[in-house]
Every structure is written in C-alpha cells, then in structure tokens.
C-alpha cells in the first residue's frame, strides 16, 4: 500500500515527543514543545518542536521554527535537514523506515498524469495539485497579473508555470469556515518536470495585492527538492525563495533561467538541474536566507560547480526591482555574474 508524504508527515506528528527523541536527543521537553539548539542536534533552545495540537493549521503538532534563523517546517523536513537528506525519496524512505513501514517504489509523488490523462476520483497529494493548478486559466489579463505588475516584475508571465483561480478556498484552520478569495497558482516541479505541488498566492479582490489573511501564501504537495521554474535550466541557473523575488531577477535578466524554491528551508535542500556547471544563488537578506545559502553552496562546490551569491540592497530582489528601477539592479547583478555571463544574458554590456 502506498502511504503519502502527506500521511508520513501526520504520523510522524502523532508521535512527535518520540521522533524528536530520535533526531534530536540533545534536547528536552518543556511544557508542549521539544526545545533543542537546530535541527542538526545542537545543544540548545533556538528550535523549538510543537508536540501537541491539530494534524493541520496554526499549532498544529510536528511543527517547528528555529527563532535563530527563522527556519520552520515540519517532521518531514526535519529529519531532511539532521540527516542531510537532499532527495525526498530518500526523505521518505527514512520516515517510512523510523515508522516501521514498507518502502514505496515507485515513490508516491513521482507518478505522472499526462496532461490529457485521467485523474484519479482519490488522488495524491501531488495529484491533488495537480488538479488544483489545471483548474486555473492563463494569468494574461487577469487579478493575478495586475498584483505582479504593481510588484514592478515585467517579466513574461509563463501559462506553464502560473495561472489565475478567480475562486480558491481558505480555510484559516479546520475550524474556521471556508471563505473564497482570487489567487495566483504556481506550479511546483520536480527536474524532470512533473508536477509535485502547487503553490497559492490569495489576492485581494479590490486592488493589486495579497490578500489580508492570517497567512495568504501556502503550498500544497512535495515540494522538497522542487521549485517553480521560469526557464530551462541548462549549466547556469539562479535560485531562491519566492516567486516575486526570482521574478525580479528575470525581469532584469529575462534569459537566466530561475527556480524559486519558495522557502529557506527548501532552498537548502533543491535539486540541482542536471550538468549545471555555474550556480547563482539570490538570498534573501535576512539570518534564515543566509543560513540556507552557506548549505545550498557547500553542496553547489561540492558537486564541482562554480556558485555565486546574489545578495539584495533590501529585503529581497523585489525590494530591490521596486526601489532601484530595472537599469539600476541589472548593473548591480551584472558586477555579480561572470564576465561568460554578462556578455551571454546582457547583450551590448561587454562591448560597453
């Protein structure tokens, strides 16, 4: 039987005291949360483990955030991190192997629903998806476009890659009613192009912006090791947490192929396309993107590829697209690149 990551991560969350007993051995129980240094077992009280509540939502049990770097996850992506784990299959294989549990092969969020395919009446998470980001229509013209373009992103906008739902759901918790808001939808996948997830923006229906919720980004599906990617990554690449961020950046750069991981934690943790041979990586300015950067280059230089940090004047490079103009942040990238670089993604500037 096959058991989703979804399902994994609940029943990990169910025992959540136990797991952390078993990552992190360092740390002890205070009250409802398991309190340790980071999730590499460092002696401590920056990361703290929720070890009670609901199996979804604010509170929810598993959850956990390190105040150090404001990293947060759940049981899923804490062992990826304590072990080093960089493909989620062998995530999976590790909590299915901590819970006693068969090994799936293939793994769950691998399968592959052509495009014309049926889609099945129970499907998995990353079906579920899937289904969600197919549902939406282009961006082209729409609510969706109007809030990237007040963000100053004048990149193209890929159908392939985003999509606008006029009427997606949201719950703020399992108790609260479901209220219907418009929003962006971003297609998670994986390097051979599959789709793992899907990532919603809600929008405010009244003028270009995020919806005012509680928390009007979440993903749903496998996002370890996957991102949002705008353009084809072949040997240079640049990558980083948010869609509007990477969006900035080919909007100065229209030909640097972008993934956007969509969080710290997984920026850290992305798969590397196949023969990349120059790694950008554009953090964010703050302790938890900087954290995720240092591990994402230690793994870059060690695959032999040659990395470079983009590191924004502001928060993030849509700060930085918003507050310098186009001309202005693509001189500052260009002093970044490599000269190879420069003359390949901005035509004119080695002559200049």
């Known amino acids: 039987m096959q ?3 979804a399902e994994l991560a609940h029943r990990l969350a169910r025992d959540a005291e136990a797991v952390c007993r078993r990552y992190l051995p360092n740390g002890h129980r205070h009250g409802h949360y398991w309190l340790v240094g980071d999730v590499r077992n460092t002696p ?3 990361l703290y483990v929720r070890l009670t509540g609901p199996e979804a939502g604010p509170g929810a049990a598993g959850k956990w955030t390190d105040a150090a770097t404001g990293e947060h996850g759940d049981l899923l992506d804490l062992i990826a991190l304590n072990r080093g784990l960089n493909r989620f299959r062998d995530v999976l294989d590790e909590a299915r192997a901590y819970l006693a549990l068969p090994r799936d092969a293939p793994p ?3 399968r592959h629903v052509p495009a014309d395919g049926p889609v099945s009446p129970q499907p998995s998470t990353p079906e579920t998806a899937r289904r969600l980001f197919l549902s939406g229509v282009p961006v082209t013209g729409t609510h969706a476009e109007a809030y990237l373009r007040a963000r100053g992103i004048t990149a193209a906008l890929d159908g392939a890659v985003l999509r606008f739902h006029p009427a997606l759901w949201y719950r703020q918790d399992n108790h609260a009613a479901r209220q219907s808001w418009p929003g962006l939808l971003a297609a998670v996948t994986d390097l051979d192009g599959w789709i793992t997830g899907v990532h919603r923006t809600w929008l405010d229906p009244r003028r270009p912006e995020k919806a005012p919720l509680a928390d009007p980004r979440r993903a749903l599906g496998c996002l370890l090791g996957n991102g949002v990617r705008f353009g084809m990554a072949t040997d240079v690449v640049a990558v980083g947490e948010g869609i509007e961020t990477m969006l900035a950046i080919r909007s100065v750069l229209p030909d640097l192929p972008v993934i956007a991981a969509l969080s710290a934690n997984h920026l850290a943790a992305l798969e590397f396309p196949r ?6 990586i554009a953090r964010d300015r703050d302790a938890a993107g900087r ?3 240092q591990r994402l280059s230690a793994r870059g230089r060690a695959a032999g590829m040659a990395v470079h940090d983009l590191v924004p004047l502001g928060n993030d490079f849509n700060d930085d697209l918003r507050r310098l103009g186009r001309l202005t942040m693509r001189a500052r990238l260009a002093g970044h690149l490599t000269p190879e670089d420069v003359a390949r993604l901005i035509p004119g500037a080695a002559a200049g």
């Open 291 to 293: 954290h995720a950067a």
């Open 108 to 110: 769950l969020y691998r």
């Open 44 to 46: 401590g009280r920056s």
């Open 275 to 280: 023969a990349l041979a120059r790694l950008y």
């Open 3 to 5: 058991i989703s990551a």
